[in-house]
């Protein structure tokens, strides 16, 4: 299904999502770790793993100025933006498993009015992951 907008036909998937983080190397072993992922490509300034059919880019947040330019790049400490939320079959069995793999859950496991349940955690850099089923 293509969704259009006035004409113009919007791509069925999301192929990239860049983080920007400030330590490159602590934020890709949690990826590597957690994720229990491989780099798929890596350089000086960035690593990308991928998830399926979309990429995960880590951008060091002082190489990002130019992609995002003349917006900013946020501090920090500012506060979480974006959420990234990955489906599992068993949300409590995963929550035992992410902390063996060195995990700190700031919720949940916790049942929503929407109907599922749900857990959140963040990476080094501060971006909030949640797990549902």
Not at 9 to 14: L, M, R
Not at 56 to 69: E, F, K, P, Q, W
Not at 82 to 109: F, H, S, W
């Amino acid at each position: 299904m293509t969704h259009t907008t006035t004409g113009t036909a919007w791509p069925e998937k999301i192929s990239a999502i860049t983080l920007f983080v400030e330590d490159l190397e602590a934020t890709k072993r949690f990826y590597r770790d957690v994720f229990r992922l491989p780099v798929t490509y890596e350089n000086d300034n960035s690593a990308v793993f991928s998830f399926g059919n979309t990429i995960i880019n880590l951008l060091r947040s002082t190489a990002a100025h130019g992609s995002v330019d003349p917006a900013r790049v946020a501090d920090p400490d500012a506060g979480s933006r974006v959420q990234v939320t990955l489906p599992v079959d068993d949300v409590d069995a995963m929550c035992k498993e992410l902390t063996t793999r060195g995990v700190t859950l700031l919720n949940g496991p916790i049942d929503r009015p929407r109907g599922i349940r749900t857990a959140g955690f963040k990476d080094p850099s501060g971006h909030i992951w949640e797990i549902t089923q």
